[in-house]
């Protein structure tokens, strides 16, 4: 029996049985996982390595971008497994690649 988060199951479930317990990430994080076909190989309760530590993934928005506000409405479907050094890493790439906004105000001694 795979191991569960100590809430919101309901919404975990649906997304981890549709990636197959596998971490859906395909190079957003930057690594483009090319010893696995191009996606992530790290499953749920597996281990990163020989010495590594036990992989919990979690249901994350399928777009990196999505701030946190809107994240916490999403339904299932807009959802994600990712493993957390996956989504990390693709959180930050989102970030850098973001444009930021333009600033139309003129400067406190630019009139």
Same mark, same amino acid.
């Given at each position: 029996?795979?191991?569960?988060?100590?809430?919101?199951?309901?919404?975990?479930?649906?997304?981890?049985?549709?990636?197959?317990?596998?971490?859906?990430?395909?190079?957003?994080?930057?690594?483009?996982?090319?010893?696995?076909?191009? $996606?992530?190989?790290?499953?749920?309760?597996?281990?990163?390595?020989?010495?590594?530590?036990?992989?919990?993934?979690?249901?994350?928005?399928?777009?990196?971008?999505?701030?946190?506000?809107?994240?916490? #409405?999403?339904?299932?479907?807009?959802?994600?497994?990712?493993?957390?050094?996956?989504?990390?890493?693709?959180? $930050?790439?989102?970030?850098?690649?973001?444009?930021?906004?333009?600033?139309? #105000?003129?400067?406190?001694?630019?009139?």
């Amino acid at each position: 029996m795979k191991s569960q988060p100590l809430a919101a199951v309901d919404t975990w479930l649906p997304v981890m049985e549709a990636a197959g317990y596998r971490c859906q990430c395909a190079g957003e994080c930057g690594n483009p996982h090319a010893k696995a076909d191009g $996606r992530c190989p790290r499953e749920h309760d597996g281990y990163t390595s020989k010495h590594g530590h036990r992989v919990r993934l979690m249901a994350a928005p399928a777009d990196p971008s999505t701030p946190a506000t809107k994240a916490v #409405t999403l339904p299932a479907d807009g959802l994600r497994a990712w493993c957390p050094e996956c989504y990390v890493a693709a959180v $930050r790439r989102a970030r850098a690649q973001a444009v930021p906004p333009a600033d139309d #105000t003129p400067g406190l001694f630019e009139l």
